[in-house]
């Protein structure tokens, strides 16, 4: 066989493959469950975004003015759900999706660069539930969950407490919704009083 027909076999191997992938939605090949195994989509999501985030995100370290205190109650009220803390597992619901949010307090979110978890949770990923947080959060209060997920297995024990409560409160914490729920709840059942009395007097 010729160099001549080894190259258009390889070259029509590649139009081939192309075809087959750019057909393969209209034909439903791959399954885009959540319940479903594991499959090339995944692989080339994966791959495909850390790539992007390596080549888009900021060259740039946690400032020395971010900190914890500023981002854990973002961390609890947005965050903990989906990706749990050190002793707060995630929702039982949160380990059905796929992919899974990961456990940012492990290896594999912790060998990202500061400036890759900015970009991240800036931009968030499209297809796995992770919103853009740049929108409508400013450049410090995304720095200060960068800096809480630097800091998530190192957390004091007050802070881990706190977690601990937000979750149980449905996600959030101390201040966020707890104390103003159970206010508006004492309203609403005084506004149920004052009618059910008034109707008594008519």
């Known amino acids: 066989m010729g160099k001549g027909s080894f ?3 390889i070259v029509g191997g590649l139009v081939l493959a192309g075809l087959i992938f750019v057909a393969s939605p209209y034909i439903g090949i791959f399954d885009m469950t959540a319940t479903g195994k594991p499959n090339i989509l995944d692989w080339w999501g994966g791959t495909n975004l850390h790539t992007i985030v390596e080549r888009k995100a900021v060259e740039e370290n946690i400032p020395a003015d971010a900190s914890v205190a500023g981002g854990i109650e973002h961390y609890a009220s947005t965050c903990l759900l989906c990706h749990g803390a050190p002793e707060t597992p995630r929702r039982p619901w949160a380990e059905s999706m796929l992919p899974q949010p990961p456990e940012l307090w492990k290896e594999d979110a912790q060998h990202m ?3 890759g978890i ?5 931009n968030g990923i499209r297809m796995t539930g992770m919103p853009a947080f740049g929108p ?3 450049d410090d209060e995304i720095w200060n969950l ?3 997920v630097r800091q998530l297995e190192t957390l004091s024990a007050e802070q881990r407490q706190h977690l601990t409560q937000a979750a149980q ?3 959030h914490g101390h201040g966020q919704g707890g104390e ?3 206010h508006n709840s004492d309203m609403d059942n005084d506004s149920q009083h004052e009618h059910t009395d008034n109707h008594e007097h008519q």
């Open 7 to 9: 190259w258009l076999g």
């Open 113 to 115: 660069s500061d400036g």
């Open 136 to 138: 409508d959060h400013s």
């Open 180 to 182: 103003e729920d159970h």
């Open 169 to 171: 409160s449905g996600g």
């Open 118 to 122: 900015y970009y991240i949770v800036d």
């Open 146 to 148: 960068v800096a809480t």
